[in-house]
């Protein structure tokens, strides 16, 4: 079974600061890894889909990097913004993708 | 575009009282997923379809959970009896295949009194 873990679970940062938040997979044969974001009470809304065969993957100022063999991807937030507080979240399919596997989240605080 | 519609927002019931959430998915998306969602946890998936057919429910408590996707468009998530254990925020997402992007609905949110 895929597991997945997400490292801090919570982070406070001054504003104007970049940041990486981590998720962490155990079973690297996957096919891509999304990130999203969800405010409070809201569902999820998808930042990044990143392809098993890319490395990287760009939107504004987030860049998310994949390194399955590592079992490991970044999300990285340039600049960050008081509107960017908000729990983040990474899934990843398995192989056949019947099952998708969440983190429990990194919640982030920007500080004005 | 219309984004994936949820209803009822919020739901509150009593212990062994059944429940039935909707979902619209993104007009065109093959792919529906339902997740529960228990505060403070990443959302765990609790049943795939592809059109109208399931792709997996390994993760759904079929002695009290049920759910359909008539049409291959609609969804219904249903429960009966409730437990205390199954307040939650239920999810609903779409996709174009279950290979592309997932879209999500605001989710319903269950307390179980």
């Known amino acids: 079974k895929q597991e997945v873990t997400q490292i801090p679970a919570a982070l406070s940062v001054p504003e104007g600061e970049n940041l990486v938040l981590n998720c962490s997979f155990t079973d690297s044969a996957i096919y891509n890894l999304q990130w999203f974001r969800q405010d409070p009470g809201k569902g999820l809304t998808s930042l990044l889909l990143?392809?098993?065969?890319?490395r990287e993957q760009t939107s504004g100022r987030l860049n998310a990097s994949l390194d399955k063999s590592s079992g490991r991807s970044t999300l990285y937030i340039a600049a960050s913004q008081p509107g960017d507080s908000a729990t983040y979240l990474c899934?990843?399919?398995?192989?056949?993708?019947?099952?998708?596997?969440f983190g429990s989240g990194t919640k982030l605080n920007v500080k004005p | 575009e219309a984004g994936v519609a949820q209803s009822p927002r919020y739901k509150i019931i009593e212990k062994r009282q059944s429940v039935a959430f909707w979902c619209n998915p993104i007009s065109g998306h093959a792919t529906l997923y339902w997740y529960q969602q228990i505060l403070g946890q990443g959302p765990k998936l609790l049943i795939q379809f592809q059109n109208n057919g399931v792709v997996d429910d390994s993760q759904l408590p079929k002695d009290r959970f049920s759910a359909e996707r008539l049409k291959g468009v609609d969804s219904t998530l249903k429960i009966q009896p409730a437990k205390l254990e199954d307040s939650a925020v239920y999810l609903c997402?779409?996709?174009?295949?279950?290979?592309?992007?997932?879209?999500f609905g605001p989710g319903t949110r269950l307390t179980v009194l």
């Open positions: 997402a779409s996709s174009l295949s279950r290979y592309n992007e997932q879209f």
């Open positions: 899934a990843v399919p398995v192989y056949n993708f019947n099952k998708f596997y």
């Open positions: 990143i392809q098993s065969s890319q």
